[in-house]
C-alpha cells in the first residue's frame, strides 16, 4: 500500500484548462510555423507556381532557380563575405565596449554613475537626426569605410542596461572587495573573475548585436557609395529592384521577370536567414538565463 504512488486526481475544471491551454500552445506553434514551412516551400518550387499561389504548405514543381540565380551573381558572395566581416568585427567592438561601459556602472564605488546614466538612458528618448549623424560621420572621415557600420552604432543603451544589471546582481560587492585585498587589479578582476562568470549575458549580448549588424541595411545604404563594401542585405534589396524594373521589356519578359522576382524574395529571405539561425543553437542555453538575470527588476 506504501508503495503504490499516490496520483492527485484532477478536477474537471483543471482539465478543462489544461486542454484549452495546449489547444492555444498548439495554434500558437502553428501561426509560428506555417509562415517558415512556407517561405522554405516557395523557395524550391517553380517561379510559375509561386506566382500563381498554388504553393501553400509543401513545394510544388521542385525547382531551385531562385538560388541558382542568387548565387550566380557575383556580388552576393562579396555581399556575403562583408555581412560577415561585419558581423563578427562589429559584434566583437559592441560587445567588448558594452562590457567596459556597463561593468564600472554596476558598482556602487564608481563615482558619478548615476550621473552618466542619465545621460546614456537620455540617448533612449532624443535622438540628434540623420542629417547631424551623417555630418558627424562625414567630419570622421568614415563615409564609404567599413568604420562607417562599425562605430557609429556601436552600443545600444538597452543592452548597456541589461548588462549592468546583469553585474549587479551576479557580481557580489564582497567579491570585488576581496579581489582588492588580495592585490587584483580592475583589469585583472574584470578579465579573470567578471567574464568567467558573464558567460549568460555575453551570450545574450552576441546574439543581440549579431542579429542586429547582420540584418541592417540602412546605415550601408546612406553612408557605403563602394560596392565592393556592401553588405548582403544591400545586395539582396538591389537585386530585388533590378528584377522589378519594368521599362523598356516587353510583356512577355515582364511577366517572366516578375514572376523571377517573386521567387527571389522567398529565396532571399532564407539565404539571409540560415546564418543567424546556424548561430542561436550555440548560444541558446545562456540566452534564457541571461535574459532573466539581467531583465530590468521592478
Known sequence: MFGRKNKIKESVADRIFLTGVYLFLSILLVAVLYPL??????SISSPQAVSSGKVWLFPVDLSFKGYEVLFSNAQILTGYMNSLFYTIVGTLISVTLTVLIAYPLSRRTFFGRNFLMFFIVFTMLFYGGLIPTYLVVQSLGM?????????PNAIAVWQVIIARTFFQTSIPDELV?????????????????????AKPIIAVLVLMYAVGQWNAYFDALIYLKNPDLHPLQLVLRNIIILNTGTGGIEA??????????????????????????LIYPFVQRHFVKGMMIGSVKG
Not at 143 to 151: C, F, P, S
Not at 258 to 273: F, G, H, N, P, R
Request: charged share 20%.
Open 252 to 277: 512577355s519578359e515582364m511577366m517572366e521577370r516578375q514572376q523571377l522576382a517573386d521567387l527571389m524574395k522567398y529565396s532571399l529571405i532564407v539565404a539571409a536567414s540560415l546564418p543567424v539561425m
Open 37 to 42: 514551412i512556407y517561405i522554405v516551400s516557395a
Open 143 to 151: 563615409v564609404d569605410t567599413r568604420w562607417a557600420l562599425l562605430i
Open 177 to 197: 572587495e576581496a579581489s582588492e585585498m588580495d592585490g587584483c587589479s580592475d583589469l585583472r578582476f574584470l578579465w579573470s573573475v567578471v567574464l568567467p562568470l
